[in-house]
């Protein structure tokens, strides 16, 4: 079954920089496409990142763009993220998944999630 293990995160100060990382199992990584999520207390999981399976081609939601990097690694089944000038309004905990580009929206099509990492980003 799908495994999905998250680390990498931590309270950093405003402008400063994280790399979240993921290490997938349970399918054959280098065929799907990969993603990050957050979700903040009470609210459900946002879309943050995806990656496609090659690696060619990224995707971010407005947000994050030009801050925010997602990469791959298929020899290691890992997806990273890396995170530089991060702003409080990026406290959250991250997932990552396998995703599909389905309606308009980048979704999670495994049903199973991980932990997450919390990052916090104090001001």
């Known amino acids: 079954q799908v495994q999905l293990i998250e680390s990498g995160g931590g309270l950093v100060q405003a402008g400063g920089s994280l790399r979240l990382s993921c290490a997938a199992s349970?399918?054959?990584?280098?065929?799907?496409?990969m993603g990050w999520f957050r979700q903040y207390p009470g609210k459900e999981r946002e879309f943050v990142a995806a990656?496609?399976?090659?690696?060619?081609?990224?995707y971010y939601t407005d947000s994050v763009k030009g801050r925010f990097t997602i990469s791959r690694d298929n020899a290691k089944n890992m997806v990273y993220l890396q995170m530089n000038s991060l702003k409080p309004e990026d406290t959250a905990v991250y997932y990552c998944?396998?995703?599909?580009?389905?309606?308009?929206?980048?979704?999670?099509?495994?049903?199973?999630w991980g932990q997450g990492t919390q990052v916090t980003v104090s001001s």
């Open positions: 990656i496609t399976w090659s690696g060619r081609s990224t």
């Open positions: 349970g399918r054959t990584f280098s065929n799907y496409n």
């Open positions: 998944n396998f995703v599909n580009y389905d309606r308009a929206y980048w979704r999670a099509d495994s049903g199973s």
